[in-house]
């Protein structure tokens, strides 16, 4: 069964500094990944996505991520963290297989809070 | 504007009472699907639908009933409601079923059942 873990409920940083948000999958076969994040009182909204190709992949916000096939990482990152990233961010993965519907399993978020 | 809509945003209610959650796209997509979000859990999928009149159960689709009658509309409905489902429901399209898809998310349905 496919999973994603993200071992930090909170992640607390100080406005300026960088910031990285921590997840791992398991999946079979190759994986597509996502991040999302939910501001307070909102639905989530897509920071980026790792399909195929460089395994950086730069998103909204200044938000970067960088797939790990090796340890099956997919950790968001981003070099200056503002007040106004402190939100909840989900990772998701789902099996690359084409063919028929292939589900999608969300972690359980990690809570960014910035420091000012 | 693009965008999901749920209504109703709060609701409170007495369990037994049935209730229906309205969800709404305007662009067009072919997947929606529902999720609820609580605590130390994140989010976990009740019902999908792939197109219209094609609609199968996610991970916990017990006490949820859905239907896709138009491309636009994905009702959630709750026949006979309990405590154990006052939980914040989120409705999201994606513009096909493909894996690579993202999906965009209304602004979520904070249900509490008393």
């Known amino acids: 069964a496919q999973s994603v873990a993200q071992p930090e409920d909170q992640v607390n940083v100080a406005e300026g500094n960088p910031l990285t948000v921590k997840c791992t999958y398991s999946v079979s076969g190759n994986p597509y990944l996502f991040w999302y994040v939910q501001y307070p009182n909102r639905g989530l909204q897509f920071l980026l996505k790792?399909?195929?190709?460089?395994?950086l992949v730069k998103g909204s916000y200044g938000f970067e991520a960088e797939f790990n096939k090796s340890q099956t990482s997919f950790h968001l990152k981003k070099p200056s963290a503002l007040v106004s990233d402190s939100a909840l961010y989900f990772c998701?993965?789902?099996?690359?297989?084409?063919?028929?519907?292939?589900?999608?399993?969300f972690g359980i978020g990690t809570k960014l809070q910035v420091i000012p | 504007e693009a965008q999901v809509t749920q209504n109703p945003r709060y609701l409170i209610t007495v369990t037994g009472k049935k209730l229906t959650v309205t969800c709404s796209q305007n662009?067009?997509?072919?997947?929606m699907s529902w999720y609820r979000q609580d605590p130390g859990l994140g989010l976990r999928q009740i019902y999908y639908?792939?197109?219209?009149?094609?609609?199968d159960k996610g991970d916990v689709p017990e006490g949820y009933k859905v239907s896709r009658k138009e491309k636009r509309n994905f009702p959630l409905i709750l026949e006979s409601p309990s405590p154990n489902q006052t939980s914040l429901y989120f409705c999201?399209?994606?513009?096909?079923?493909?894996?690579?898809?993202?999906?965009?998310f209304g602004p979520g349905t904070r249900l509490l059942v008393l």
């Open positions: 998701a993965v789902r099996p690359s297989n084409s063919g028929g519907y292939q589900k999608v399993t």
């Open positions: 639908s792939m197109n219209v009149e094609v609609t």
């Open positions: 662009m067009n997509h072919e997947y």
């Open positions: 999201a399209s994606s513009p096909r079923t493909g894996t690579q898809e993202t999906q965009y």
């Open positions: 790792y399909i195929t190709g460089d395994n």
